[in-house]
C-alpha cells in the first residue's frame, strides 16, 4: 500500500497543475483518472480475488486525503469511486464477478431514491434521475437508489447496480464550487436490471445480500461510517493544501497600503496561519481518531455502536468544520492576488467551502445527530 500512496504523492504536483483546465470543462482530465489508475487507486476497496488491494480503512483515508492536495475535485470523485467499490462487496458473487472482472474499478452513486424499480421476471424495470451523480463521467458503474411498492402498499427501498453505458448524463452541472466533479443529473428509462444487481437498503446497511462470499476479515464496515470517513478525508486535504499554497505565495510579499515589506512579519499574518494550522491538524487527529475506531472494530468483527456511529459523523462534522474555518482564515489575508483564477489557492477555498453544504456531510446536520445521542434523544435519522 505504500506503493499507491508514494505514486499519489508524486502526482500531486500534476493535479493541480490541471484544477483550472478540468474546472473550465467541468469535468477533471481525462490525465488526472489515467494518473490514478495507474497508481492503483481504483483497486483499494477491490478484494483481493479479483487482483484488487482489499487495503484498510487507514490507508484508503491516507491515499484520498493525499489526492485532494492536488484537485479537490479529483479526490471528490475519487472518494466516490473507491467507497462505493466496497460497497459493491455487498452484493452477491454473481454481481460482484461482473463487477471486479478487471481489478480496477470506478463506480458513481445516486444514493436518494428518486426512481421507481418495478419488479418484473427475473429483476426490476428502472425509471428516473439521480442528481449530484459525481464521477459518473468516468464511471464503469453507477449504484442507483430507488423505490419499489409492495403489493401490500409499503414501500422498500432498493440499490440497484448499473452500467453507465446504460445511462444518459445530463449536461446540467453548472456550479461555482466542485465544478471539475461532474457531477451531473443521470438517467434510466424502462431499463432492465437482472435482481442479482439489486439489494434492499437493508442488506446494503447490515449484513449484505444473500449469496456473497463474505467480505475479508477486518474489511466489514458501517456503511455510513465508512462513506463519511472516506468522504472527510477530502476536505482535510483540500485545507493542508490551501495552506501549503498560501506558505509558498509569502515569501517576498508586502502588505498593499502598508509600510509592511514583508507579510511574514506581520504578528497578524504569525497567528492567523498558526491558527490554520492548528485546525487542520486538530482536524485530522479527530479523523485519524474515528477511522482507527472503525479498523478497531473492523479487525473484531463487530460493528460500531449508534454511540459511536454519532459519534463519527459528529467528529467528522467538527473535522470539516475546522478545515473550513482554517481556510476562510487563510484567505482573508491571502490578497486580491489570490482571487486569480489562475491560482490553485482560490479553487481549493471555494471547492471545500461548496462541498461543505452536502447534505450528509455539512458540519451543522452531522453535529446535530452526535448531539442528540449525546443528550440521550434518538438520533432521528437511519444514516448512522
Not at 443529473?185 to 435482481?195: G, K, M, N
Not at 482535510?236 to 505565495?249: D, H, Q, S, T, V
Not at 472494530?297 to 475546522?322: F, S
Request: charged share 20%; aromatic share 8%.
Amino acid at each position: 500500500m505504500s506503493e499507491v500512496l508514494d505514486a499519489v504523492r508524486n502526482i500531486v504536483p500534476r493535479l493541480r497543475d490541471n484544477g483550472l483546465e478540468s474546472e473550465e470543462r467541468r469535468w477533471i482530465l481525462d490525465e488526472n483518472t489515467e494518473l490514478l489508475d495507474k497508481a492503483g487507486v481504483f483497486r483499494l476497496a477491490v478484494p483481493k480475488r479479483f487482483g484488487g488491494l482489499d487495503a484498510p480503512l487507514p490507508e484508503q483515508v491516507a491515499v484520498l486525503t493525499e489526492i485532494a492536495r492536488g484537485c479537490g475535485s479529483t479526490a471528490w470523485a475519487a472518494v466516490a469511486w473507491v467507497s462505493t467499490a466496497w460497497m459493491a462487496t455487498l452484493y452477491p458473487d454473481q454481481t460482484q464477478e461482473e463487477i471486479f472482472a478487471g481489478g480496477s474499478v470506478r463506480i458513481s452513486g445516486g444514493f436518494t431514491p428518486t426512481a421507481k424499480a418495478v419488479p418484473t421476471g427475473g429483476g426490476y424495470l428502472l425509471n428516473g434521475s439521480w442528481r449530484f451523480n459525481s464521477g459518473c463521467r468516468g464511471a464503469h458503474w453507477d449504484l442507483l437508489a430507488a423505490i419499489v411498492e409492495e403489493p401490500d402498499g409499503t414501500e422498500t427501498e432498493v440499490f440497484a447496480m448499473v452500467p453507465m453505458s446504460d445511462l444518459s448524463i445530463a449536461d446540467d452541472w453548472h456550479v461555482t464550487a466542485a465544478a471539475a466533479t461532474g457531477s451531473s443529473t443521470t438517467t434510466a428509462r424502462d431499463l432492465f436490471v437482472p435482481a442479482h444487481r439489486v439489494v434492499t437498503g437493508e442488506e446494503a446497511l447490515t449484513t449484505g445480500a444473500p449469496g456473497r462470499t463474505p467480505t475479508a476479515p477486518g474489511r466489514s464496515y458501517s456503511l455510513i461510517s465508512y462513506v463519511v470517513a472516506e468522504s472527510a478525508a477530502a476536505y482535510i486535504g483540500m485545507a493542508k493544501a490551501a495552506l501549503e499554497l498560501f506558505l509558498e505565495r509569502l515569501p517576498g510579499r508586502g502588505l498593499a497600503y502598508t509600510s509592511w515589506t514583508d507579510q511574514r512579519q506581520h504578528p497578524l499574518i504569525q497567528h492567523r496561519v498558526a491558527l490554520a494550522a492548528n485546525k487542520i491538524t486538530a482536524a485530522e487527529t479527530l479523523s485519524a481518531s474515528y477511522v482507527d475506531m472503525l479498523q478497531r472494530r473492523a479487525d473484531a468483527g463487530e460493528d460500531p455502536t449508534w454511540e459511536e456511529k454519532a459519534a463519527v459523523r459528529g467528529q467528522a462534522g467538527t473535522a470539516i468544520q475546522l478545515v473550513k474555518e482554517a481556510v476562510q482564515d487563510l484567505h482573508t489575508i491571502a490578497g486580491a492576488s489570490a482571487l486569480s483564477k489562475f491560482a490553485p489557492f482560490q479553487r481549493f477555498h471555494r471547492d471545500l467551502l461548496g462541498l461543505t453544504t452536502h447534505g450528509l456531510m455539512s458540519p451543522d446536520m452531522s453535529l446535530e445527530v452526535h448531539g442528540r445521542v449525546l443528550v440521550g434523544l434518538d438520533p432521528d435519522t437511519p444514516f448512522l
